[in-house]
């Protein structure tokens, strides 16, 4: 699970201004994705009120605090900024006045600032902070992002995932990680696959060493994040193994408690990786649109069956 995530990262994420240069945002955490608008807070009520959410003021609580007096400012600044909420934002390039900052740096909090409007900041900032905060593990693979579905390629190391990889580009499909897939929970249907920065957009080939995808393809073969929607497991080919060869029934693998498509590759000399895997990403499209190649020929099979019977009987 997510420790939190640092208010000095959603400043550059979303582009926030900051009002108070001299608070360290690394060390500020934020730790839920809710937000609060505080306009009960503001007035003097206080019971309820979740300290560790973000706050968000817009137009309404601006023209409320412009009503207030300086001894009503002072009073409310301070019963609410003591709670030592993660930050307090300012939508509309609104400015927040000299004696709020003043408060504000004497309790630690940072007020930031964006010019974008209320109702959609908010939204952009649950969306960020649920991606930021959600349950995440690390597993060894490749992700790549093929006719837009996100294809997850594991199997031990040294099978060629990286070589299936890396001709996948030069067919015009995006890497979004080689070796260490970051994998977030977004909810019970969407897993998230990013790279770890120290990482982003090289690929480790054996005998050949590390190369930059970006410099050497270029910005378009390569992706920031991509939701993982199949898993294809490459293993040595095993002569006694016994292996799907119509697809009627689908196999899972599960990853933080979601399930997601899995097929296992067996790997012989003389299969084109990049080739099948198109294939599969593709064939896996086509399946959430409604159409399944494996039932189609089940059908037809069993509707010549049919028919060869009734002939025979006639």
């Given at each position: 699970m997510s420790s939190g995530?640092?208010?000095?990262?959603?400043?550059?994420?979303?582009?926030?201004?900051?009002?108070?240069?001299?608070?360290?945002?690394?060390?500020?955490k934020i730790e839920t994705s809710e937000i609060n608008r505080p306009a009960l807070q503001l007035t003097g009520y206080f019971e309820h009120f979740e300290k560790?959410?973000?706050?968000?003021?817009?137009?309404?609580?601006?023209?409320?605090?412009?009503?207030?007096?300086?001894?009503e400012k002072r009073q409310r600044y301070t019963e609410f900024l003591q709670y030592g909420m993660p930050c307090v934002i300012f939508c509309r390039d609104l400015e927040p006045e000299g004696l709020f900052l003043q408060i504000a740096n004497e309790f630690g909090v940072p007020v930031l600032g964006t010019g974008r409007s209320?109702?959609?900041?908010?939204?952009?900032?649950?969306?960020?902070?649920?991606?930021?905060?959600a349950p995440c593990i690390t597993i060894h693979g490749v992700l790549v992002d093929v006719y837009g579905e996100g294809l997850l390629i594991t199997g031990e190391s040294g099978i060629g995932k990286s070589e299936a990889a890396l001709e996948l580009i030069?067919?015009?499909?995006?890497?979004?990680?080689?070796?260490?897939?970051?994998?977030?929970?977004?909810?019970e249907h969407q897993l998230i696959g990013t790279s770890p920065d120290i990482t982003r957009h090289f690929i480790e080939l054996r005998g050949i060493g590390i190369i930059d995808v970006k410099t050497l393809y270029g910005v378009e073969c390569v992706k920031e994040k991509q939701q993982i929607d199949l898993v294809i497991k490459l293993e040595d080919w095993k002569?006694?193994?016994?292996?799907?060869?119509?697809?009627?029934?689908?196999?899972?693998?599960?990853?933080?408690?979601?399930?997601?498509?899995?097929?296992?590759?067996?790997?012989?000399?003389?299969?084109?990786?990049?080739?099948?895997?198109?294939?599969?990403?593709v064939n896996h499209r086509q399946k959430k649109m409604g159409y399944n190649a494996a039932q189609e020929l089940y059908r037809r099979v069993q509707e010549n069956l049919v028919r060869k019977t009734t002939e025979e009987e006639e």
């Amino acid at each position: 699970m997510s420790s939190g995530v640092s208010v000095y990262k959603i400043v550059d994420l979303m582009d926030l201004r900051n009002f108070t240069d001299e608070i360290d945002l690394k060390k500020r955490k934020i730790e839920t994705s809710e937000i609060n608008r505080p306009a009960l807070q503001l007035t003097g009520y206080f019971e309820h009120f979740e300290k560790s959410r973000v706050e968000i003021i817009g137009n309404v609580e601006y023209a409320y605090i412009k009503r207030m007096d300086e001894e009503e400012k002072r009073q409310r600044y301070t019963e609410f900024l003591q709670y030592g909420m993660p930050c307090v934002i300012f939508c509309r390039d609104l400015e927040p006045e000299g004696l709020f900052l003043q408060i504000a740096n004497e309790f630690g909090v940072p007020v930031l600032g964006t010019g974008r409007s209320t109702s959609e900041f908010t939204a952009e900032l649950i969306y960020t902070l649920g991606e930021q905060l959600a349950p995440c593990i690390t597993i060894h693979g490749v992700l790549v992002d093929v006719y837009g579905e996100g294809l997850l390629i594991t199997g031990e190391s040294g099978i060629g995932k990286s070589e299936a990889a890396l001709e996948l580009i030069r067919r015009g499909h995006r890497l979004v990680t080689d070796d260490v897939v970051e994998i977030r929970k977004i909810n019970e249907h969407q897993l998230i696959g990013t790279s770890p920065d120290i990482t982003r957009h090289f690929i480790e080939l054996r005998g050949i060493g590390i190369i930059d995808v970006k410099t050497l393809y270029g910005v378009e073969c390569v992706k920031e994040k991509q939701q993982i929607d199949l898993v294809i497991k490459l293993e040595d080919w095993k002569k006694d193994a016994e292996y799907d060869r119509l697809g009627l029934e689908e196999e899972y693998t599960e990853y933080l408690g979601n399930k997601v498509v899995c097929h296992s590759l067996p790997i012989r000399p003389g299969r084109n990786l990049a080739v099948i895997c198109e294939a599969a990403a593709v064939n896996h499209r086509q399946k959430k649109m409604g159409y399944n190649a494996a039932q189609e020929l089940y059908r037809r099979v069993q509707e010549n069956l049919v028919r060869k019977t009734t002939e025979e009987e006639e």
